[in-house]
């Protein structure tokens, strides 16, 4: 996850993404509309006519940006009106403060890595994670998980997480699943509610592919990514997932390192 540093001209150019629910973020687009007429920035309505675009939202905002400028050169820039807000840099009530250090280009871009999966004709890009989820509620699905061929074993559980360094802190961590810090060119697996005293996390390298396959009798599997349901896995089919070729790109306030805020948030 390289961190792009250089210094940087003043923006001209911004794009907008909102939370879906307008409620939540209150006046912070007309905000940012002052922040940027004072600067000298236009808010473009076209994509590709972006520098940067501005994330007003939480990280569920945050991942609908990176994956709507997944492969584009602009970066997405986190303002929270949400919960948790790990993906953003700057709190909704420093708005115009924060606003003003990256209008003038002090912020950084860091490449996150994506996960890709497979299964049936279907291929999907994860920025944060995989989730492979019991289709049927209160019911464990049987799962056989295989590591570049080598069989891992079967055991019985409520889902499996395959989650890049950036969502280790999401899902992965509610399951009891490691940390992996940003920069970590790797992914982990992780079982939810596992029916087993040995079921244990992995850290995998980028070079790494996992296979998921449904041994189920009667439960499919339903495949998640980033939050999302894209469909399921029924009983004898699989899930391949590995690292992707494409990197999402995040833009963040000079200094502001994940170390940080992994201890603001999760200290308390």
Not at 139 to 154: A, L, Q, S, Y
Not at 219 to 242: K, L, N, R
Not at 249 to 257: D, F, V, W, Y
Request: some cysteine.
């Amino acid at each position: 996850m390289p961190s792009q540093t250089h210094s940087r001209p003043a923006l001209s150019r911004i794009a907008v993404v909102t939370h879906g629910r307008p409620e939540r973020i209150g006046d912070a687009r007309a905000r940012l509309a002052a922040v940027a007429q004072r600067a000298g920035v236009q808010i473009v309505e076209n994509d590709a006519d972006a520098e940067l675009a501005v994330v007003l939202g939480g990280d569920g905002t945050t991942l609908r940006a990176l994956h709507r400028f997944l492969d584009t050169p602009v970066p997405c820039l986190g303002i929270n009106f949400g919960r948790v807000g790990f993906l953003t840099s700057i709190s909704g009530g420093d708005l115009e403060e924060g606003l003003a250090k990256v209008f003038a280009g002090h912020y950084e871009v860091l490449e996150l890595p994506t996960l890709e999966c497979r299964f049936g004709q279907s291929t999907r890009t994860g920025v944060n994670d995989v989730v492979l989820a019991s289709g049927s509620m209160g019911r464990m699905v049987i799962v056989e998980w295989v590591v570049d061929g080598n069989p891992m074993g079967e055991l019985g559980c409520d889902g499996a997480i395959m989650a890049t360094a950036t969502g280790s802190t999401a899902y992965n961590l509610s399951a009891g699943g490691p940390v992996l810090a940003w920069g970590t060119d790797g992914f982990v697996v992780s079982f939810v509610s596992p029916h087993s005293l040995h079921a244990r996390s992995m850290v995998l390298g980028r070079d790494h592919t996992v296979k998921v396959a449904n041994r189920s009798d009667d439960v499919p599997i339903q495949v998640v990514v980033d939050g999302h349901a894209h469909g399921e896995v029924p009983p004898g089919g699989s899930v391949i997932v590995a690292m992707g070729a494409r990197c999402a790109k995040l833009a963040r306030i000079e200094g502001h390192s994940f170390f940080r805020r992994y201890r603001e948030t999760f200290s308390t």
